[in-house]
């Protein structure tokens, strides 16, 4: 039983370039979150999905997009790259309405 | 927004000796979890936790809600422990598994 997959594993992006990132989830989740985890920091939580929509968002300007497909993966859109974007991204999967996460490996981008 | 505060922010252990954890959040939560973080970035759900007390092999957790706090135990510890130990809650307001990280613990475990 295959868990979370991230794609791609590492990204170098110049600045103001835009970049998409890919998650599958754990089979059996249907909710999709996406995480920002600067080095040194704790992941900071950037939206999730549920639905093929948004249904909720973190502190995160509208740089940020994303999208759910009816398969439940789900792609993280980041346009006009700073370098503060540099961090790893983390994509998470649940069922709704159940605690459970579990975490990706994560997509390490690092914006020069 | 809730806070979450993690301690001790660093800790250096010998092999075989035991730790504590502490996470102190600032407001009523419907979800605490433990996460390790290994050096490759995958993070590993540890424990779910929002009140009570679990263990699981060389690990445990306890969780009073009334008071917000937890605390994770690890007892005879082992190198492989090394890496990085988040404490991440769900406020009641939050909904949709929402998670709020706190900074984490860097374990280091020495042979």
């Known amino acids: 039983d295959a868990g979370v997959t991230q794609s791609p594993t590492h990204l170098i992006k110049t600045r103001g370039q835009q970049v998409t990132l890919r998650c599958s989830p754990k089979?059996?989740?249907?909710?999709v979150s996406w995480y920002q985890q600067a080095l040194g920091q704790g992941p900071q939580f950037i939206f999730q999905y549920y639905e093929e929509e948004e249904r909720q968002r973190g502190n995160f300007p509208d740089r940020f997009s994303g999208h759910q497909f009816p398969n439940y993966s789900s792609e993280l859109n980041v346009n006009a790259l700073l370098l503060g974007d540099s961090a790893l991204y983390l994509c998470?999967?649940?069922?709704?309405?159940?605690?459970?996460?579990?975490f990706g490996s994560g997509t390490r981008l690092t914006v020069v | 927004g809730i806070q979450v505060e993690q301690s001790p922010p660093d800790l250096i252990l010998q092999e075989g000796a035991n730790s504590t954890l502490r996470c102190n959040f600032s407001d009523s939560v419907n979800n605490l979890q433990w996460f390790h973080q290994n050096p490759w970035g995958q993070l590993i759900n540890l424990f779910y936790i929002p009140s009570g007390t679990k263990q699981n092999g060389r690990l445990s957790a306890t969780t009073v809600a009334t008071e917000r706090y937890s605390l994770l135990y690890i007892s005879s510890s082992q190198t492989t422990d090394s890496g990085v130990y988040f404490c991440?809650?769900?406020?009641?307001?939050?909904?949709?598994?929402?998670?709020?990280f706190g900074a984490g613990t860097r374990l280091a475990v020495h042979p």
């Open positions: 089979s059996g989740h249907d909710t």
């Open positions: 998470a999967s649940s069922t709704r309405g159940n605690y459970g996460y579990t």
């Open positions: 991440a809650v769900g406020p009641i307001s939050g909904g949709y598994n929402k998670l709020i």
